[in-house]
């Protein structure tokens, strides 16, 4: 009886250390496919005043006016919503 237990023991050890290595092996793998951040700073507007906020007739997300998207008379943040079309928000 002791040495079935000492085997288990021994098994389920192995088995918590090759899910660590293996863990390991993926978030290493995760950070080198990772793209870099974006270095651009955000941009100001002229004359340091507040830019005006626009709101992606798709998703709702409210968005500087010199970073969305205006085709159709509504606002997008990105070509895919664009493309999507207008969602009714609540």
Known sequence: MGKTILWVLVILGG???????AH???SNAAKAAAPA???????????GN???MVRCSHCGVH????????????????????????????
Do not use: F, Q, Y
């Open 24 to 26: 390991k092996k993926a």
């Open 15 to 21: 088995l918590m250390l090759a899910r660590v290595i």
């Open 37 to 47: 951040p974006d270095p651009a700073p955000p941009r100001a507007s002229p004359g």
């Open 63 to 90: 968005l500087p006016r010199s970073e969305a998207t205006m085709i159709g008379g509504n606002n997008w943040c990105n070509n895919e919503h664009a493309r999507l079309g207008v969602r009714k928000l609540d």
């Open 50 to 52: 507040p830019e005006a």
